[in-house]
């Protein structure tokens, strides 16, 4: 069966301090891969995505990046962090086409 | 942009009486997702509804799908307390992205 990994579930960083997120699927190979961050009760706003090695689509434009170095690997990354960045990072993974998307259990970031 | 709305933001109920969530599209979805997030969790999967018309449920839950593909709704019948959570609706646009509804969030009042 497929699983999702994310790591790690809580962080709290300074501004102006660099983030890297690591999320893993396994079980599945070519999957489509989501970055979302989801503010205190709020929705979930789509961040990133890629549907193979090296292919990333930003959504919103914003201090953070992401990159698939592996199939199954998907990085969110940030070189300076603001204080807007705090908030539930989550990672999913889709079959595509159709198919729901399944969730990792997200990184909480609080940035002091 | 393609957008889904999603109505009410909060729902109160007391335990036992009954849960809607409205979602309704700019345009039209080729199909439409439900996902529970349960406090401080991840949103799971629950449903997805592909057909004009389509009427699905899950136990005390009930998923329809617009006749015109734009609008969806899911009911619950008799909460419980494991009913807490945000519910999201999202549709699957033209460009198989999904588009997120802003959730409800259902609350049992004590």
């Known amino acids: 069966s497929q699983t999702i990994h994310q790591w790690p579930a809580t962080l709290v960083q300074p501004v102006g301090s660099p983030l890297s997120l690591e999320c893993t699927v396994e079980?599945?190979?070519?999957?489509?891969l989501y970055w979302y961050r989801q503010a205190a009760g709020r929705g979930l706003q789509l961040l990133f995505y890629s549907v193979g090695i090296g292919q990333i689509s930003s959504e919103v434009p914003q201090n953070l990046s992401a990159s698939r170095p592996q199939d199954r690997q998907f990085i969110l990354s940030s070189k300076k962090l603001l204080l807007s960045d705090s908030g539930f990072y989550l990672c999913a993974w889709s079959g595509g086409g159709s198919q729901p998307q399944h969730f990792g259990d997200g990184t909480r970031l609080s940035i002091l | 942009g393609q957008q889904v709305m999603q109505i009410p933001q909060y729902q109160h109920v007391q335990e036992g009486e009954d849960f809607t969530t409205y979602c309704n599209s700019s345009t039209t979805l080729s199909n439409i997702q439900w996902y529970k997030q349960r406090p401080g969790g991840h949103p799971v999967f629950l449903i997805q509804?592909?057909?004009s018309g389509e009427v699905k449920k899950q136990k005390r839950l009930t998923f329809q799908f617009g006749e015109a593909k734009k609008n969806s709704s899911l009911h619950i019948t008799a909460t419980q307390t494991t009913d807490v959570g945000t519910y999201f609706c999202?549709?699957?646009?033209?460009?198989?992205?999904?588009?997120w509804g802003a959730g409800t969030k259902l609350i049992i009042k004590p």
């Open positions: 509804l592909v057909k």
């Open positions: 999202a549709g699957l646009g033209g460009n198989y992205q999904l588009i």
């Open positions: 079980g599945t190979s070519n999957p489509n």
